[in-house]
């Protein structure tokens, strides 16, 4: 393995890779576009399904065309740093011509991680955005991150995935007061949720019995502790603007995905129920039960490159969760 990854010879390799697909157009006949949004930038370890998570940027490229930049984290070990570069191509229903990006990919001891701003740096495209989106959960405790997400224009993490979930929140609190731009997978999971519950009280009649609501429970099991702290402070926000003030409990019970809330006052019950693939929704003992399926990386990742500007929904929920670990 080499020590080093010299930037401009990954730049010359991505340029023969449009060299090569013009003489494939000559000969074949068909065109080669080259599209690209912006630069995507993955941070994973070496031992992550590497089929799965090349599906994932794949299915993403149509309608996020990016120079996608994977880094391995092969972790202990001598000093190395390998790449390759290549092209993801697709060709678009009922045209002749491929679209395609480009891709690299780099492997990273823990060693050479302070050499990786100076590699990824120069690789981002000029005058586009840069979103890193770190699936390693160990990487943000590292002192070389910081420096590694000072490139990014935005974040993108998952708390559920951290061995300290809590930790994990409290930390992405104090970073988005520095004006940074966070997404959170685990905020993300809850989008279904959230339009779940503003449908059932677009009925004038359940809203109108929402200022009756004293009590906010939320139950977790499994790893749903991040999405319960989320939804729990959403909710107390949300019932906050209209003036009301429930108090907010939150507990773990046995189940492994499990994610319910509870709203009760006088006369008044509501439950949202989710276990694995099934929400159930609860209105004063009437029970309704929606397929409401687990959402995929890809679609995870989907809405949240398309979230290019500040979402003060989630920097005011993430700012609440933080505080209701230390009440």
Known sequence: ????????QILKELAEL????????QEGGTGVLRACSMTLLVLAEAGDDTQS????????MPEHPARTIVVRLSGQGERSLTERVYSQCWMPFGQRRQICCEQVEITVSDAALKDLRSVVLPLAVPDLPLILWCRSPRL?????????AAMAQKIV???????????????????????????DLSWTRLTRWREMLAQVFENQQNLARLPLVSNLEVEWGGSRYAPALYLGAWLRDSLALMGVHPSLQTSRVAGDDLLAVRMTGESFTAEFARRDDRMVVTLDGASQCTNLPQP????????????VRRDPVFEKTLASAARLLHP
């Open 53 to 60: 998570l090349g599906e994932t940027v794949a299915m993403l």
């Open 140 to 148: 943000p405790h590292m002192p070389e991150f910081r420096q590694i």
């Open 157 to 183: 993490f998952d708390s559920a995935a951290s061995p300290d979930p809590a930790a994990s929140i409290e930390r992405a609190a104090a970073v988005a007061e520095r004006g940074i731009l966070l997404g």
């Open 18 to 25: 449009w060299v090569d697909s013009g003489k494939q157009e």
């Open 1 to 8: 393995m080499s020590a080093t990854v010299a930037p401009d």
């Open 296 to 307: 995929t990386d890809y679609l995870l990742l989907r809405e949240e490159l398309g979230i």
